[in-house]
C-alpha cells in the first residue's frame, strides 16, 4: 500500500474515493439529457421579483408553438360562446335599417324628391328676384321691371338707407297746437306741443318702449311727406287718407295731455315740424346750419266724432 508523503502537517493513507473520481474520467452518453431547471434558492419577497411576471418555460421546442394555439383556441371559443351563428362560416348578416328618405317608399320618396325640388326652385327665383330689384337698372330690370316689383312688394321690399353713401342727418320733431272752445262760449290757442320729444323722453331708458311711442307719429308724418308736395297739396289718392291718419293721432295727443283743458274742446288743430341738423363730429370739416327749418300745415277743424274721446 502506498503511503502518501507529504508535509509534516498532511495526513498519510490511502487516496480517498473522492480523489479517485477525480481522477476517472466521465462516461460519454449518446443523447444529452434535458437541463432541468431548479427553483431560485432567492427569496420570493424581493420587490424585482414580485413585480416580474411569471413565464413558463417550455421542456421541449415545440411546446412553444403548441401553447399558443391551445391559447388562441381557448379564446376563439369564449368570443363564440354568446354568438350561436358564429359557428357558421359566412353565415347571413342581419341588413342594417334605412333611415331618411330611404326609409320611405318609392311612391313617398319621390313625392319628397318633388318637393325639395320645388322648395330649391323657389329659394334661387326669391334670390334672383331681390338681385334684381336691389341691382342698378339694366336690361332685365327695364324689361321685366314689374314682373319683379310684383313679387317684391310688399313683402319683400328692399332699401338702402343704412348703407347710403349719404344717410339722413337730421332730426324731424313734429309739433301741434290747437284752438280751443272754452266753456264760457271763449276761444284761446295754446303753445306749441312737441310731440316727438314726448316719445323722446318716454323712450329714454326703457328697455321696452312701445311700438306706437317709438314708429307711430314717425310713420304717420312720413306717410303724409310721401303723399303731399312742398305746398301741402295731396299729389295721390292716399293723400285724404294721410291727413285723416295724422289728425286721428294728434288730436289724440291732445286729449290725452289735457290740452283742452276741464270742459274744454278742441276745434282746430294745427301741424308743423321743426327740422334741425345734426350736429356733425369733430374731425369732420363739413359746415352746416344749426337752425332749426319748420314746415306749417294749414288748420284743420276737428269734426265733433273726433273730440271729447270719439278717436279712441
Partial sequence: ???????????????TSREAEAETPPAR????????????????????DADSESVPR?????????????????????SDAGDPAAGLVGGPRRPEPRTGVAALSPRYQVGAALALAVV??????????????????????????????????????????????????????????????TVDGGSRTTGWYDLSAQDGR?????????HTQQNELRRAWDFFTATHDNGNRAVGLRGALSETYLRHIVVLRLERG???????????????????????PKWSTEKVSMSPVYRELPWW???????????R
Avoid at 503511503?3 to 487516496?15: C, L
Avoid at 332685365?140 to 321690399?157: L, Q, R, S
Avoid at 277743424?301 to 278717436?311: A, I, L, Q, R
Wanted: aromatic share 4%; charged share 20%; glycine share 10%.
Fill in 29 to 48: 452518453e449518446t443523447v444529452p439529457r434535458p437541463r432541468t431547471e431548479l427553483p431560485s434558492p432567492e427569496p420570493a419577497s424581493r420587490p424585482e
Fill in 1 to 15: 500500500m502506498d503511503v502518501h508523503d507529504g508535509g509534516a502537517g498532511s495526513p498519510q493513507g490511502p487516496n
Fill in 301 to 311: 277743424s276737428v269734426p265733433d266724432g273726433e273730440t271729447e274721446g270719439g278717436t
Fill in 202 to 210: 318716454a323712450i329714454d331708458g326703457n328697455p321696452l318702449p312701445s
Fill in 58 to 78: 417550455a421542456e421541449h421546442p415545440d411546446s412553444a408553438g403548441a401553447f399558443q394555439a391551445e391559447s388562441a383556441g381557448e379564446a376563439g371559443d369564449t
Fill in 120 to 181: 330649391a326652385v323657389t329659394v334661387c327665383v326669391h334670390i334672383g328676384m331681390v338681385f334684381l330689384h336691389v341691382a342698378p337698372s339694366n336690361t332685365v330690370t327695364k324689361t321685366h321691371g314689374e314682373a319683379i316689383d310684383d313679387w317684391i312688394y310688399p313683402e319683400f321690399e328692399q332699401n338702402w338707407k343704412l348703407f347710403a353713401p349719404n344717410p339722413l342727418q337730421q332730426n324731424i320733431a313734429v309739433q301741434v297746437r290747437a284752438q280751443v272752445r
Fill in 258 to 280: 289735457g290740452a283742452a283743458g276741464d270742459g274744454g274742446v278742441v276745434e282746430r288743430i294745427q301741424v308743423r315740424s321743426q327740422t334741425t341738423n345734426v350736429t356733425p
